[in-house]
């Protein structure tokens, strides 16, 4: 074989079965060959399982997806480019023309942007409540075209807990679809609960280190089959090497998110008790009016401490400002806390019902809490509420 032959088609080196990694490989390859045409076409009636592009299947994607179907308490998962990737996958493939869509004030920003703008233009309408409207959350589910619910527990970025008893039980009554993006309670809350699809940003706290984008959505086989052909073709596919990024940060994941939990605790407790400080949302605090559902359906309550500063919309800027430790970014889950300024990052497309509706505040505060030690992150806070006031 000439070199220029040979650069193109390099010695394989695989160890033998007896001596494997311990660290799984990561599986680059876009394309995979088989033996003869007889095998392709096979493969392509739906005769042979096996790897054939990597924007349909890939060995790295089937790993994580193995490990997040599993740590959600499901049959399947499929692992996406990003969080909207998995919300945008979901909703295409599950919506049509004429379709509507209970959704809520009280839910991530893209999720009511891919909603009221792109899928409008499809025919699909929605209805925008918040999560503690029981009584219209009932009347819009018996809607003969309602299809899907999608909503968030705990809510961004207020953190009220959805009731998912009621939610589960109105929709199963009703024959809707439910679909819980639960990227901030994690991937392992909620499983006994008889959600359709989870939804998932990995981009947070499964990967942990804010050094990749993905997603997920997760459910049973069925309906996961039923959207793996619209997934391939519409190239929702996480890239083998974020999805490796990922494999290696949920290795931490629960060292990570049970910390993140504890010092979130800590920090609800030390602004509740500053006079500074007007409320605190934080589900693990006795005084957060869904407290006790919280206790009754998570196992924690999530690394995000939410709260209204005394003062003006300018201070609540120079208190961020003054925060030294906690960092002015927009994102959350990952190993080192974050800040922002609540309406700015979430809400700017929400009308003043809408806001008073999902209780945020020209104040409010959103905290996303890292595993650094606690007492520095106190001191942070103190440091900047003493600037600022
Ligand atoms: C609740 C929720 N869902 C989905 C997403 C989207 O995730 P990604 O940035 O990975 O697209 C985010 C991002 O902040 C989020 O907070």
Request: glycine share 6%.
């Amino acid at each position: 074989m000439k070199k220029e032959t040979l650069v193109n088609h390099q010695p394989p080196v695989r160890p033998e079965p007896s001596n494997e990694p311990l660290v799984e490989p990561v599986h680059r390859s876009v394309k995979y060959t088989l033996p003869s045409v007889e095998e392709i076409e096979k493969l392509l009636s739906g005769k042979k399982d096996a790897y054939f592009y990597s924007r349909y299947a890939n060995p790295t994607l089937c790993q994580l997806e193995l490990l997040l179907c599993k740590m959600q308490d499901r049959e399947d998962a499929l692992a996406t480019s990003s969080g909207v990737t998995a919300i945008t996958t979901c909703l295409l493939s599950l919506l049509k023309q004429g379709d509507n869509v209970l959704m809520f004030v009280e839910s991530y920003r893209p999720t009511r942007y891919i909603v009221r703008n792109l899928l409008a233009k499809f025919g699909v309408t929605h209805s925008l409540l918040s999560i503690k409207d029981h009584q219209g959350i009932a009347s819009e589910l018996v809607r003969e075209n309602t299809r899907l619910i999608i909503f968030e527990s705990p809510t961004n970025p207020m953190t009220w807990i959805a009731d998912l008893d009621f939610i589960i039980g109105q929709a199963q009554e009703n024959n809707v679809l439910t679909l819980l993006d639960s990227t901030f309670a994690g991937l392992h809350n909620y499983g006994h609960y008889v959600i359709d699809l989870f939804l998932h940003s990995l981009t947070k706290y499964a990967s942990g280190h804010g050094d990749v984008l993905g997603g997920a959505i997760i459910g049973s086989k069925e309906l996961i089959s039923s959207m793996r052909p619209d997934y391939a073709n519409t190239g929702a596919a996480l890239a083998p090497d974020s999805a490796y990024l990922v494999l290696r940060g949920l290795k931490t994941y629960f060292l990570r998110y049970r910390r993140q939990c504890k010092n979130a605790l800590k920090i609800a407790e030390f602004l509740e008790n500053h006079d500074c400080v007007e409320k605190v949302f934080y589900p693990g605090l006795e005084t957060h009016p869904d407290h006790q559902l919280a206790k009754k359906q998570m196992q924690d309550f999530g690394g995000i401490v939410t709260f209204h500063l005394e003062g003006t919309e300018k201070q609540m800027h120079a208190f961020i400002e003054a925060l030294q430790i906690f960092r002015l970014a927009a994102s959350l889950g990952s190993t080192e806390s974050m800040v922002t300024p609540a309406k700015l990052f979430f809400a700017t497309d929400l009308a003043p019902q809408e806001l008073e509706m999902g209780g945020i505040k020209d104040t409010t505060v959103r905290l996303s809490i890292g595993i650094e030690d606690p007492a520095d992150l106190i001191a942070d806070l103190n440091q900047a509420l003493y600037k600022v006031f």
